[in-house]
């Protein structure tokens, strides 16, 4: 066999792999479902995820592992739709964790200073503090929000303690899933082998190569320039106004699902939380009917609830004119020497519901276990899907006799 042919098959199952440990990743991300959303911080999660992200950190490297991020972010919003909200918030936390965590291996952990824990921690302190900028300056501009930050440490904290500690033991279980090594490159084996990336080619969703229209981009760069102008906006009937346009274009570009102009309402814990913020944390003149509330907060209220609703409209647009394709794009142009997680991504995105919906229905770990043993459960998640996911992928991509 020639090195070309040696490095080719290595490039595979290296993509492979890499696929591999991103929809363990996603399977994680499902565990999290079970945590109950709570009104006055609707986005605090476990960060069960971050136990891929360290590994991919100290296995891949900061680039690689930055392009993993920004391929989860991309991979969820391909599924769950892209918005202002939910994608600046997905992704400005996701960066900030994973360079912090990229920055303090690089410098005190290869030397043995800091391990798996004080990466875990630091990554999920600045996970929540992106998270948190993004909320303030997207959401509501409102000081109290500030008042979270002690409950974001002590999450930090905690769950960043848990999620380092697993990480070694995870790294063996997930380690030998996809790995090269085990992949034959003899002769006989390589017209076999040549079905990872073949398959891709011929029935992935996403071409490299696939022309977004200017129309296309036009769409998109004027949908986020609207979304973000509603930032600075304060008048009430233009933000009615806007509310209503945003609703019947979605309608208009999915005329079989009148049900769209009630999308937004399907995150009701997002409204909560800006009810919660503006009416109780509120200064300016009360109202006698309801003593809590004042004339600003209400307005604040009524204002930013409107802005949201705009924003998760734009799922649509964002869908309707391949914004999936162009954030793809866009991946592939800043990252050309990352071919091999490029395709990771795309192997992923194939595989994506079936793992959802394997994590979902029959691998669900009561709350009760993981609060009171997380290490155990978790271990025993990770081994069983780590498994599927392997049965599933290769079932598909690799025959190896």
């Known amino acids: 066999m020639s090195t070309a042919s040696l490095i080719d098959n290595g490039e595979r ?12 990743a996603v399977a994680l991300n499902a565990v999290e479902l079970a945590f109950p959303r709570l009104p006055f911080l609707p986005w605090l999660k476990p960060g069960f995820a971050n136990i891929i992200t360290v590994i991919w950190v ?25 918005s202002l909200f939910s994608f600046s918030l997905s992704l400005c936390g996701g960066l900030l964790s994973t360079t912090s965590m990229s920055i303090l291996w690089n410098t005190l952990g290869r030397r043995g200073l800091v391990g798996t824990v004080g990466m875990a921690v630091t990554g999920a302190l600045f996970h929540n503090a992106g998270q948190l900028a993004v909320v303030y300056f997207v959401m509501s501009r409102n000081m109290s929000l500030f ?16 999620v380092g500690a697993l990480v070694p033991v995870a790294a063996r279980i997930v380690g030998n899933v996809g790995d090269v090594n085990s992949y034959k490159t003899d002769t006989d084996d390589n017209d076999v082998n040549t079905k990872l990336y073949d398959s891709i080619k011929n029935h992935n969703r996403i071409n490299t190569n696939s022309a977004i229209t200017f129309t296309d981009k036009f769409i998109i760069a004027l949908t986020f320039a609207v979304s973000i102008s509603l930032m600075f906006i304060n008048d009430t009937r233009i933000l009615v106004t806007a509310a209503i346009i945003f609703s019947v274009i979605s309608l208009i570009l999915n005329p079989k699902r009148p049900m769209n102009l009630l999308y937004p309402a399907k995150f009701y814990i997002l409204f ?8 109780f944390f509120s200064y300016g003149t009360r109202i006698d009917a309801i003593p809590f509330a004042t004339k600003e907060g209400l307005a604040a209220f009524a ?33 050309p020497n990352q071919k091999e997680t490029l395709k990771a991504g795309m192997i992923a995105l194939e595989h994506f519901p079936e793992i959802v919906r394997i994590a979902k229905s029959e691998n669900k770990i009561p709350v009760i276990t993981l609060l009171f043993k997380p290490k155990t459960a978790l271990m025993e998640y990770i081994s069983v899907m780590s498994r599927r996911i392997s049965r599933i992928v290769n079932k598909d991509y690799i025959v190896v006799q």
């Open 303 to 335: 204002g930013q609830s409107l802005r949201l609703w705009c924003w998760l409209q734009t799922t649509h647009i964002f869908k309707k004119f391949r914004f999936h394709e162009l954030f793809i794009l866009i991946l592939y142009r800043f990252f």
């Open 272 to 279: 909560l939380f800006i009810a919660f913020t503006h009416l």
């Open 58 to 82: 100290i296995k891949f490297g900061f680039r690689d592992a930055v392009l993993f991020t920004a391929l989860r972010v991309w991979i969820s919003g391909f599924y769950f739709g892209f």
């Open 13 to 24: 199952a290296a993509a492979l792999q890499k696929a591999m440990l991103l929809l363990a």
């Open 147 to 162: 008042g979270q930050v002690p409950f974001m440490l002590g999450a930090a904290v905690v769950f960043g303690s848990i």
